[in-house]
């Protein structure tokens, strides 16, 4: 098992442009999570899917943000336009079926918007 | 100026000591519990879990204990080892909602 992946590592953009941050869960997993982690705030939640389809969205910050599951396999989050204040690292989880199954993380993508 | 940014407590531990790392929750209608471990360029890794039905469970060198009546959850690691240095920290999960809610977390550092 493989586990979460995603890439890139690391993400050095330039306010305005365009970022797109790429989530693989684990095989067989039907929740999907994206979580942004700052020293400011912790760890947020910003959206989550199940079997592809986008449940609670509330805690994406504005409409700069988006993200979408297009299959099982993948999962995207893209900032457009980005700021220096979307500087965090980035983490997506899986995890089965099962109200009371943990999120398995991956290692999460840091950005840096100078 | 500097921002200020969440200051996270910081438990220091002799090896071999045990450690005893608290939580405190706000939301009584949570019922499930998890505690996670994150290293440094890492994500959280999953430790330990407990269901609101239960005040305690133990797994290999880790136990939770949970008192609901306080809203207090506990991690307790035996004979804590160098490779026990990360970040700790607690989640809840609503009984209405699928999502974690993460605590701001607890630094433990181990010196040899």
């Known amino acids: 098992d493989a586990g979460v992946i995603q890439s890139p590592r690391h993400e050095v953009t330039e306010m305005g442009q365009e970022v797109t941050l790429r989530c693989k869960p684990i095989?067989?997993?039907?929740?999907l999570f994206w979580y942004r982690q700052t020293m400011m705030r912790g760890l947020e939640l910003l959206i989550y899917f199940n079997n592809n389809v986008p449940i609670d969205d509330s805690g994406m910050p504005e409409d700069r943000f988006s993200a979408k599951m297009p299959n099982a396999s993948f999962s995207t989050l893209k900032i457009q336009p980005s700021e220096p204040r979307d500087s965090a690292v980035y983490f997506c989880?899986?995890?089965?079926?099962?109200?009371?199954?943990?999120?398995?993380f991956g290692n999460g993508t840091r950005l840096t918007v100078t | 100026g500097e921002s200020v940014g969440l200051h996270l407590p910081t438990l220091s531990v002799q090896e071999g000591d045990n450690s005893i790392i608290n939580c405190a929750y706000s939301n009584s209608a949570s019922d499930y519990f998890i505690w996670y471990k994150q290293e440094s360029g890492k994500g959280p890794q999953f430790i330990i879990d407990i269901r609101s039905n239960m005040d305690k469970r133990q797994g290999q060198r880790v136990t939770v204990l949970l008192n609901k009546t306080v809203k207090h959850l506990s991690l307790q690691i035996a004979a804590t080892q160098p490779g026990d240095s990360a970040v700790y920290f607690c989640?809840?999960?609503?009984?209405?909602?699928?999502?974690?809610?993460f605590g701001t977390g607890t630094r433990l550092l181990v010196s040899p």
């Open positions: 095989s067989g997993h039907d929740y």
């Open positions: 989880a899986s995890r089965p079926t099962g109200r009371n199954s943990p999120l398995h």
């Open positions: 989640a809840e999960r609503d009984t209405g909602f699928q999502k974690l809610v």
